[in-house]
Each structure stands twice: as structure tokens, then as C-alpha cells.
């Protein structure tokens, strides 16, 4: 079974520059998969950041922006601020049975 | 204003049941898929089941099939999950969204109920 993967962690320092990666434990990621990447805080539900690889949605400010980059999809946070500090998740479409799947997450710390 | 609220979480027995309501306002329900995710204490995020439009399509995750069945009431604007033979690792918070499925992406998010499975 495919898994979809993610960095467990990564940190930023405030004002910098992170991307945060989705793959495939067999395969590559391409457009196909219509990535979507998701912002979680603790004890909140989750926030639509991405949708289709790199489109915002709604209210979503353009500091976040989705790509492929390689053979995964990525999540870039430029000038990352201290309300950044959350759990993200990406969504990959595995096909009409399977739907969706979630990566597993990556927690990021601003500090 | 959009708005997806859940209801119908608590405590239950392995073995029991229970029925989640997730009741949809602002937009026009009847239009659009919608999903179950869930999300277990300290873990991560995983899809549970999706209906189409109409209820003529239902997808389900392989640990759920057999056990689980998503409903949906148009005309009551709510979306259902009737939860059988409730194991101990169904444990979680569950989450209502919509799916929009020609983006296969949730772009909709409900606060989400808990479901503990506990003796």
C-alpha cells in the first residue's frame, strides 16, 4: 500500500523561508494527485491552506504557496510568523476507490 | 456564513454503536460532496468516508468498511455516519467537511465530536 509521506518536524526562524515536502513511498507526486495542504493548531480543526498543487484558498495569505518540486509537492511559507507554528498536512487523490489520502503531518516550530 | 456543526460523539462500549449528525448551513448542501475525517488522540489526520451529491456513490476507508455507513438528509441539510462494532482504535475526533471533488481537496471544515471506545 502506498504511503504518503512527510517530514515528522521542521523549524524556521521567524521572517525565514521554509518548504515543507509530501512524496510517495513508491512513485512520484505530480499534479495528478491534485495536492492539498491543510494548517492544524492544537485543539482546532483543520484550515484549507492549498488546493490543485497551488491554488490558495479563499483568505489564505500569499506567503503560502504549493508547487511540485521534484518528485513531491511542497508547501513554501516565506517571512514565516509566529501564528505559522502548527501542525500541516497534505492530501494526495489516489483514484475513484480510494479517494484521499493524509500524509502523516509535519509539526513546524517557529522560534 | 459557511458552516458545518457535528453532534453525536461520546463514550460507547467496544461492540456498541453510535450515530455522528454533522448539520450544514450557508451554502447549498445538496450540491456538493461531503467527507468524514478523523483524527485519533495525539495522531494525525485520515479520510473516513465520502458521499456524493446524491448518495449514489459512498467511498469508505478500508479499516471502516462493514462497520461504518455515511448518509446524507438533503432536504434536512445533514450529513450522517451510523458507526457499528465500534473498536477501541476508533477513538477520535471526527471531522465533517466539504469535498470538493472536482479539486479533490476539503475545502469546508466542521469543529469536529469526539468518539471514545472504552470499556
Known amino acids: 500500500q502506498t504511503v504518503v509521506t512527510q517530514e515528522p518536524s521542521f523549524s524556521v526562524s521567524p521572517g525565514g523561508t521554509v518548504t515543507l515536502t509530501c512524496g510517495l513511498s513508491?512513485?512520484?507526486?505530480?499534479?495528478?494527485?491534485?495536492p492539498s495542504w491543510y494548517q492544524q493548531t492544537p485543539g482546532q480543526a483543520p484550515r484549507t491552506l492549498i488546493y490543485?498543487?497551488?491554488t490558495r484558498s479563499s483568505g489564505v495569505p500569499d506567503r503560502f504557496s504549493g508547487s511540485i518540486l521534484g518528485n513531491k509537492a511542497a508547501l513554501t511559507i516565506t517571512g514565516a510568523q509566529a501564528d505559522d507554528e502548527s501542525d500541516y498536512y497534505c492530501?494526495?487523490?489516489?483514484?475513484?476507490?480510494?479517494?484521499?489520502?493524509f500524509g502523516g503531518g509535519t509539526k513546524l516550530t517557529v522560534l | 456564513e459557511v458552516q458545518l456543526v457535528e453532534s453525536g460523539g461520546g463514550l460507547v462500549q467496544p461492540g456498541g454503536s453510535l450515530r455522528l449528525s454533522c448539520a450544514a448551513s450557508g451554502f447549498t448542501f445538496s450540491s456538493y460532496w461531503m467527507s468524514w475525517v478523523r483524527q485519533a488522540p495525539g495522531k494525525g489526520l485520515e479520510w473516513v468516508a465520502n458521499i456524493k451529491q446524491d448518495g449514489s456513490e459512498k467511498y469508505y476507508v478500508d479499516s471502516v468498511k462493514g462497520r461504518f455507513t455515511i448518509s446524507r438528509d438533503n432536504a434536512k441539510n445533514s450529513l450522517y455516519l451510523q458507526m457499528n462494532s465500534l473498536r477501541a482504535e476508533d477513538t477520535a475526533v471526527y471531522y465533517c467537511?466539504?469535498?470538493?471533488?472536482?479539486?479533490?481537496?476539503?475545502?469546508?471544515w466542521g469543529q469536529g465530536t469526539m468518539v471514545t471506545v472504552s470499556s
Open positions: 513508491s512513485g512520484s507526486v505530480s499534479t495528478s494527485y491534485y
Open positions: 467537511a466539504r469535498y470538493r471533488r472536482p479539486l479533490r481537496a476539503f475545502d469546508i
Open positions: 490543485s498543487t497551488n
Open positions: 492530501v494526495l487523490y489516489m483514484g475513484s476507490g480510494i479517494h484521499v489520502v
